[in-house]
């Protein structure tokens, strides 16, 4: 297989990843590629598979300029950056990586609420420059009891849920449709979920549908002594009414891994205490991304061996 | 209110005074309600005065009978022996290291406590502190408001928490709501304690060193007394191996921190997450120095809600006392 030819859309630096690629298929690195049109050009006959991530898949500019591309495989589980319907047009497969990476994205989740409530990160600080022998770090907010509304009750979402119910957290959601074998309490629409629970969670794909999710209504919803987290996507959310909303104190909090144009996150939520930024970390452990790696590269093996697919989107 | 109205207060004032109760330094529960306090109970403030705590007592607190004690605020047999008519000392603490219990139970003082007010906060920032040294929350979130995301790149990776074996070092209530939390993210509990619960179906270890040798996280949730001082020692620490972690929210003194700073300078173990320390509020300059270690300023039971309920549950046994009602949140001091 070492002569077919993978494109990595994305500037991935998981060296696990890299290397087993690179031991099964000729690897190129698009984004160090200088002169990308004239390596499409010269290369483009080889390459039949892309590798792209949350910051870069396949869009129908590429999928176009690719006219041996047989599969996209993501490392991730998001689809946002690919165009699936130009894959399903041209009968390209695609993979991502679901389960592997739900529990850290969801105890991430929980992390950032238990940060941003209890102010972890600030009170970290407070000890590492001296302050604390100045005097006691104020009260903070308690998390157990806190009502938790989630926007999206796929695996992320019901993963985090049954994390917050350990901590007696009553749960609420919003999804397309109402989920008949759930118990929680269910939303018709986003707006009414913020104004029904003090801490919001983003944990739904994103999609035409759900960019912008996070409006203003919604924000002004959520209100002064609520807490938005987003865990999805950076589209998800209208950062520039989020930023506004948190330094005009019509937000009571936020934590954040996701942003809309990474590794970019807007200066004027670093001196806000109650605001805990995150480097896009969700799936970022150790042992996660290995398995991630082992099925993006278990997918490509399994399709140029005519076996069926891993995890197959498309 | 009218002549008449004042005039009954007043009278009213003076039929029923208001109790005295003693208080020998401001518990932090004073900082933020101390008027709410105040409107019941007329406080004699020991460390406001010149006069040395002996005379202090002798001489203004000899018919005192409640004490108001906080959880770093040693009542000690002393104390007790010189004040005659004490029935009843309350504290703001769940801890009771700080009180002579002994000397309690021989003069039949009734001692009032938090009970497990606190527990829920204290095991949020247990498995707050936790999540935060496997996933580097504070790490991360330094790294980005630093600006080194943009210019530096990838930020490094973290562990995985779900499928870990945690070890809870005393399954008391805090112990026992930190396991509760823990098992949601899929992690194996085990634990020690005095005594074997037998309500509950975690494997258990009568000794901490196999505790430690059987797991990859000890969560210390016990109290401070001379069993637990510097229980968690070279050995047990050693015993956790280079991918242990330990995190504290009971007394700093329950571990050996000098022995926990080497351990972690020289890579014995992989990090830690302390809420409290054996010198507060100093913290020894190696631990701020290292990266792989989140710190907490002794507050997990800070809350506002919580200290709210602290403030009715203080007020309501002070109330129960002197008016002859059995006590709201009692330490069982037959032991």
């Not at chain 1, 396949?58 to 591309?69: E, G, M, S, T, V």
């Not at chain 1, 913020?194 to 409006?215: D, S, W």
């Not at chain 2, 309500?199 to 505790?211: A, D, Q, T």
Request: proline share 5%; hydrophobic share 40%; glycine share 8%.
């Amino acid at each position: 297989m070492e002569s077919i030819g993978v494109l990595m859309t994305c500037p991935l630096h998981d060296p696990y990843l890299v290397e087993q690629l690179e031991k099964r298929f000729t690897l190129f690195k698009f984004h160090s590629i200088p002169d990308k049109a004239h390596f499409l050009n010269s290369n483009k006959a080889s390459i039949r598979a892309v590798v792209g991530s949350a910051s870069a898949g396949a869009d129908a500019k590429l999928i176009h300029q690719l006219p041996n591309l047989e599969i996209v495989s993501s490392f991730s589980v998001g689809l946002d950056k690919i165009d699936l319907a130009k894959c399903r047009e041209r009968g390209i497969r695609v993979t991502n990586t679901p389960d592997v990476l739900t529990d850290d994205v969801a105890d991430l989740a929980i992390g950032l609420m238990l940060a941003v409530l209890r102010r972890l990160c600030q009170s970290d600080r407070y000890v590492r420059s001296g302050q604390w022998k100045r005097g006691e770090y104020k009260l903070t907010t308690k998390f157990t009891g806190k009502s938790v509304g989630i926007i999206g009750l796929g695996r992320i979402g019901l993963a985090i849920a049954k994390r917050a119910e350990a901590f007696s957290c009553p749960i609420s959601y919003h999804t397309r449709a109402e989920k008949s074998d759930v118990k929680y309490k269910y939303y018709p629409s986003v707006v009414e979920l913020a104004a029904n629970c003090q801490i919001l969670v983003v944990a739904c794909a994103l999609t035409e549908e759900t960019r912008h999710i996070i409006n203003r209504e919604v924000i002004n919803a959520l209100g002064p002594k609520g807490v938005l987290i987003n865990i999805g996507r950076g589209p998800h959310v209208d950062e520039p009414e989020l930023v506004s909303a948190l330094v005009e104190g019509r937000l009571g909090g936020a934590g954040l891994d996701v942003f809309q144009d990474e590794p970019n996150v807007p200066e004027e939520l670093f001196g806000l205490e109650n605001v805990v930024l995150l480097p896009h970390v969700g799936s970022g452990t150790m042992e996660t991304r290995k398995e991630m790696a082992d099925l993006v590269v278990g997918n490509l093996e399994a399709h140029f061996l005519n076996k069926p697919l891993l995890t197959p989107v498309l | 209110m009218d002549c008449n109205g004042y005039r009954q207060e007043n009278h009213d004032q003076n039929l029923f005074p208001k109790p005295k109760v003693l208080v020998l330094e401001p518990p932090p529960v004073f900082k933020f309600h101390e008027d709410k306090l105040s409107q019941k109970f007329h406080f004699l403030k020991a460390w406001d005065s010149p006069l040395p705590l002996d005379q202090f007592l002798t001489t203004h607190a000899h018919s005192v009978q409640a004490i108001l004690s906080h959880g770093t605020c040693p009542v000690t047999t002393n104390t007790i022996r010189l004040l005659p008519s004490l029935g009843l000392i309350v504290t703001t603490s769940s801890g009771l290291n700080q009180i002579d219990l002994q000397e309690c139970r021989r003069r039949g003082v009734s001692v009032a406590y938090a009970g497990s007010l606190f527990s829920a906060d204290v095991a949020d920032i247990a498995v707050g502190l936790l999540i935060d040294a496997l996933r580097k929350i504070s790490a991360g979130n330094h790294y980005v408001t630093q600006g080194l995301w943009a210019n530096n790149g990838d930020f490094s990776l973290g562990s995985k928490l779900g499928g870990r074996k945690v070890g809870i070092v005393g399954l008391g209530s805090i112990g026992l709501e930190v396991g509760k939390r823990l098992e949601s993210f899929g992690c194996n509990i085990l634990y020690s304690s005095r005594n074997k619960k037998s309500s509950v179906s975690y494997p258990y270890y009568s000794n901490v060193c196999e505790l430690a040798a059987n797991c990859e996280v000890l969560i210390i949730c016990c109290e401070l007394n001379d069993q637990t001082r510097h229980m968690i020692n070279k050995e047990v620490l050693l015993a956790s191996g280079k991918k242990g972690l330990i995190i504290n929210v009971g007394r700093g003194a329950i571990i050996d921190e000098q022995e926990m700073v080497r351990c972690l300078i020289q890579g014995e173990i992989a990090g830690a997450g302390l809420d409290v320390f054996e010198n507060e509020p100093h913290v020894p300059s190696e631990l701020i120095a290292l990266d792989n270690v989140v710190l907490s300023p002794h507050r997990a039971v800070h809350t506002e809600e919580t200290l709210m309920a602290l403030v009715e549950l203080v007020m309501g046994n002070l109330e129960a006392f002197f008016s002859n009602k059995p006590l709201l949140s009692p330490v069982i001091l037959d032991e």
